[in-house]
C-alpha cells in the first residue's frame, strides 16, 4: 500500500512540477536548461531497476563475511544482456540478513545462509568496520569501489563481485561492458560489431547510476558521495575516463538509449534526476576518486608519445628506416600538439623546482622545444615540459629507495658480493639500502615481486585490479631491475604480425594488445603505402562524419578533453600508477592527465613505479586500501586521519646465494637522499626495459592499443587523425621507405 500511495504522490508532484515550470534538476543537451521526461517512462525504468523489484540473488562467504548479489542487468533496454550487467559485494556486517518474503524483516542471516537467496537486503546502519588501516566505516559511509574491466578495451562478460574488500568495509561492485569482441546479428541475419566507443565506457556509467539510485532508495549500503573506480591496463585507461568524464552531457545520449536509471531524455535535454520519496534526487554517474593501473590512455595522444619517447632516446636502433623516420616526423607532431594546448603547472602543486629559482612559488609554462645543438643528446628536443617528465622520473626512483625499508626477504650484499650477515642487514640504513639498490648489490625477496592476479576479475587486493597481462611481460617490481642506458632495443619482440599469445591477425577484434615488431616488415597488412594511406584517408573521414548522434567517437574517448570541461564534476582525488618500464603506453600519456587534473583543482598524483611492468602491483607498503583511507581522512569531515604504517625493520637476511641487480650507479647520481640522471637517460632506460614498443609500424598502423573504435561490419578501422597528418604531409618520402628492401 505504501509503495502505491508513493507511487500517486510522485506522479502528482511530477505533474504539479511540469504545471509549474519544469522538473526539478532537469539538464539541456550542453548540461543547463529544463524540461521534463516522459513521466511513464522514468517511472518505469525506476520501478524495474528498482532490486526491491528484481528478486535478486545472493550468496553469503563465510571465509569473507560477505554477501555478493549475482549479476543482474542495470538497464532496461540492453544490446547485449550478458555484458551490461552489475553485481555488488556487501562486507556481512552491514547486512542484517536477506528479507525473503517482503515484510522488511531478515529471514535469512549469515549464520542459517546455504546457497543463494532471493531476496533483498536488510540493512544495519549501525554497524561499523574498522579497516586495516583504522579507518571506520558504516554502512551509510563506506567507499564504493567500481572495477572497470575492458582489458584490451575488449568485451567484459557480466561477472560476480568479488570478497576482496569485504574487511576493509567497501561495497565492491563488478560490471560486465561492451567492447571490442561485441558482436549482435542485424536485420539479414549477419553479425556484425558494435563494440565503438562509447559502449564500454557508457555501460560502466550506467552501472554506477545502478548502484547509487539503490543506495538511495535504501536496497544497498554504502555511500553515493564516495566511488572509487579502479581497473588495470584497459580497465585502467577506463577507471580514468570514468572519472575524467564524470556527469558529463555528452554521454547522455548513450546511456538514456540504453535505458540506464536517472538520465531521461526530453526533446533536446535531459533529466538526471530520480525520485525517492516522493522527492526529485539528483542521480551522478561521477567518481569521488579514481585508482588507476598501467591507464592505456589517452589513445588519441598514443602514437605520437610512444613515438617521441622512443625518439628522445638518439641511440635507439629502430627496426627500420621507415619506423625511425615515422617516429622523427610523429615527435614533431607530438612537439606543436603540446605546445598548442598552452600547458602550465603550478609548482606548488607537482612538488618540482621548474625554473630552477630554490622555490616552489611558480606558475610554469609547460613547453617542448626544439635545438638540434642544444639538447644533441635526446635528438634535439627539450624544454620545460620535458623538464617536468624528467622531474617525475627521478621522483619515481627516489620514492622506491625511500620505501625500501619495507622491503622483506631481500638479500643484501657487500661490494665484494658476500651476503651480509643478519647483524650487518639489521643495521643498515635507510641510505645503505639506496646505495646498494644503486649498485645491484641485491636479490629481491617476495615484497617487491608480487604481482597479484591478472585475470581480469574485479578488485585484486595487491592493488593491480582486473586487467590484462600480455603474455612475455616481465614480472611486477621484477623487470628491468634498473636496466642502466644501454642504446640497445629491447630484444625478444614478437614478429610483426604477432599478438601476445594469439593467433588472430593484427588488426581485427580479436587481436591482442600492442602489437610489437621485431621482423623488417613495415605493415603487415599493406603492400604499398598507398593502399594504407588510402585506408587511413577513408576510415578517418568515416569518423570525423560522426556517428549517428554526430559525435566523434575518438573525441569521445579522450579524457584530456573533459578533464576541467564545462558539464564535467571532477573526482575530489586521483591516482595514477604506471610502471617505469612500462611497454604498452608512455609515461607522458598520465603525466598530461595530472596536469589537467592538478589544473581543475583535482588531488591528483602519479607514480612510475621503478622497474615496474605493465600493470604494477601495489609494493613495499603500498595498497589500493591505504590509499582510499587516506584520502577519505583527507577529505571526508570526521574521518579518521590515516598514514602509512611503519616498516618492520628486517633483521635476517635473503638466502640468495648471488646478487641480482643490475649496477646503475654509472648514470644514476644519489646524494644526501636526492637523485639525479639525464633526460637521456631516462629516455635510455624507457627503451631497454619495455617490453613492447613503438618500432613496429602494425602499433600505429591501428592505434596504439585498441581497436573499439570499428564500423559495424569491421572493428578495426584507423582513426588516428596525427598519424593521418603526418602521412599525408610526407607521403613522397615516406612512400620511398616503406616496406623498402634496405630494411632486409
Known amino acids: 500500500m505504501r509503495k502505491y500511495l508513493m507511487t500517486i504522490i510522485t506522479a502528482l508532484t511530477i505533474v504539479l512540477m511540469i504545471v509549474l515550470g519544469g522538473c526539478a534538476g ?61 553485481s555488488v559485494c556487501v562486507p556481512g556486517a552491514y547486512v542484517k540478513g536477506i528479507d525473503t518474503d517482503g515484510d522488511g524483516k531478515a529471514d535469512v542471516t549469515g549464520d542459517t545462509a546455504n546457497g543463494s ?27 564504493v569501489i567500481v572495477n572497470t574491466g575492458a582489458a584490451g578495451y575488449s568485451e567484459q562478460q557480466n561477472q560476480n563481485a568479488q570478497t576482496t574488500y569485504a574487511a576493509e568495509g567497501y561495497i565492491n561492485v563488478a560490471c560486465g561492458n561492451r567492447g571490442k569482441q561485441s558482436t549482435t546479428t542485424d536485420e539479414n541475419g ?65 546511456e538514456a538509449e540504453a535505458g540506464a536509471v536517472g538520465v531521461y531524455k526530453d526533446g533536446d535535454d535531459y533529466v538526471t534526476t530520480v525520485t525517492i520519496d516522493g522527492e526529485e534526487v539528483e542521480l551522478s554517474d561521477g567518481m569521488w576518486g579514481c585508482m588507476a593501473y598501467s591507464a592505456i590512455t589517452s589513445l588519441q595522444e598514443a602514437d605520437m608519445t610512444m613515438a617521441f619517447e622512443y625518439y628522445l632516446d638518439a641511440d635507439y636502433d629502430f627496426n627500420t628506416s621507415f619506423q625511425k623516420q615515422m ?17 602550465s603547472v603550478e609548482e606548488s602543486a607537482v612538488g618540482f623546482d ?14 617542448i622545444e626544439y635545438d638540434e645543438e642544444k639538447y644533441a643528446d635526446t635528438n634535439g628536443y627539450g624544454g620545460t615540459y620535458l623538464d617536468l617528465y624528467l622531474a617525475e622520473f627521478e621522483q ?81 617490481g621484477e623487470a628491468p631491475s634498473g636496466n642502466p642506458p644501454s642504446g640497445e632495443a629491447p630484444s625478444g619482440n614478437p614478429p610483426s604480425g604477432a599478438t601476445d599469445g594469439n593467433s ?42 560522426g556517428d549517428e548522434y554526430g559525435n566523434n567517437i575518438v573525441d569521445l574517448y579522450d579524457p584530456t578533453n573533459y578533464i576541467g570541461a564545462e558539464g564535467t564534476n571532477d573526482p575530489t582525488w586521483t591516482r595514477i600508477l604506471m610502471g617505469a618500464s612500462e611497454g604498452d603506453i608512455s609515461m607522458m600519456n598520465s603525466l598530461n592527465m595530472q596536469i589537467a587534473w592538478l589544473n581543475a583543482g583535482t588531488d591528483a598524483e602519479i607514480e612510475w613505479q621503478w622497474d615496474g611492468g605493465h600493470v604494477p602491483s601495489e609494493i613495499l607498503g603500498d595498497s589500493l586500501p591505504l590509499y582510499v583511507d587516506m584520502m577519505y581522512g583527507k577529505y571526508v569531515d570526521g574521518a579518521v586521519d590515516v598514514e602509512k604504517a611503519a616498516a618492520s625493520a628486517q633483521t635476517a637476511n635473503g638466502d640468495a646465494t ?87
Open 396 to 476: 619515481s626512483l627516489a620514492d622506491y629507495l625511500d620505501r625500501l625499508d619495507y622491503a622483506d626477504g631481500w638479500t643484501w650484499f657487500d661490494a665484494d658480493e658476500n651476503a651480509l650477515s643478519d647483524s650487518e642487514v639489521a643495521d643498515m640504513t635507510a641510505e645503505d639500502k639506496a646505495k646498494a639498490f644503486i649498485e645491484g648489490r641485491y636479490a629481491k625477496g617476495e615484497s617487491s615481486s608480487e604481482t597479484g592476479e591478472m585475470n581480469g576479475g574485479p578488485g585484486q587486493m595487491g592493488g593491480a585490479p582486473g586487467g590484462e597481462m600480455p603474455s612475455g611481460n616481465p614480472p611486477s
Open 504 to 545: 588472430d591477425a593484427v588488426g581485427t577484434p580479436d587481436a591482442g594488445t600492442t602489437q610489437s615488431a621485431g621482423s623488417s616488415t613495415d605493415s603487415a597488412n599493406y603492400d604499398s603505402f598507398e593502399d594504407m594511406l588510402k585506408a587511413y584517408q577513408e576510415d578517418i573521414e568515416s569518423i570525423q562524419s
Open 190 to 254: 549477419d553479425t556484425v560489431y558494435t563494440g565503438d566507443a562509447p559502449s564500454c565506457l557508457v555501460d560502466q556509467k550506467n552501472a554506477v547510476r545502478f548502484v547509487k539510485y539503490n543506495i538511495l532508495l535504501g536496497n544497498l549500503p554504502g555511500s553515493v558521495d564516495n566511488f572509487v573506480s579502479t581497473g588495470g591496463s584497459g580497465g585502467g585507461a577506463h577507471a580514468a575516463m570514468l572519472a575524467a568524464t564524470s556527469d558529463n552531457p555528452d554521454y547522455y545520449v548513450y
Open 658 to 744: 648471488e646478487a641480482t641487480g643490475t649496477d646503475i650507479s654509472d648514470w644514476v647520481s644519489y646524494d644526501d637522499g636526492e637523485v639525479s640522471f639525464s633526460l637521456a637517460d631516462a629516455a635510455s632506460y624507457r627503451t631497454a626495459g619495455a617490453a613492447k614498443s613503438i618500432p613496429g609500424f602494425d602499433v600505429i598502423d591501428y592505434g596504439q592499443e585498441d581497436y573499439v573504435f570499428g564500423s559495424s561490419a569491421a572493428d578495426a578501422r584507423h582513426w588516428d587523425k596525427y598519424v593521418l597528418k603526418v602521412m599525408q604531409e610526407n607521403s613522397e618520402t615516406l612512400a620511398e621507405l616503406f616496406n623498402s628492401s634496405d630494411n632486409e
Open 26 to 86: 532537469s539538464t539541456g543537451g550542453d548540461g543547463t536548461g529544463s524540461g521534463s521526461a516522459n513521466i511513464a517512462e522514468k517511472e518505469e525504468i525506476e520501478k524495474a531497476l528498482d532490486l526491491s523489484n528484481m528478486n535478486a540473488e545472493w550468496t553469503y562467504s563465510a571465509d569473507a563475511d560477505a554477501w555478493t548479489m549475482s549479476s543482474v542487468t542495470a538497464v532496461t533496454n540492453p544490446e547485449i544482456e550478458d555484458e551490461q550487467g552489475v
Open 117 to 143: 537467496v532471493t531476496g533483498n537486503l536488510v540493512i544495519d546502519y549501525d554497524a561499523e568496520i574498522t579497516s586495516t588501516n583504522g579507518q571506520v566505516y558504516t554502512a551509510a559511509t563506506a567507499p
Open 354 to 367: 621548474l625554473d630552477g629559482d630554490g622555490k616552489l612559488k611558480s606558475t610554469v609554462d609547460l613547453t
Open 327 to 343: 617516429a622523427e616526423y610523429l615527435s614533431a607532431e607530438y612537439m606543436d600538439y603540446i605546445n598548442g594546448k598552452n600547458l
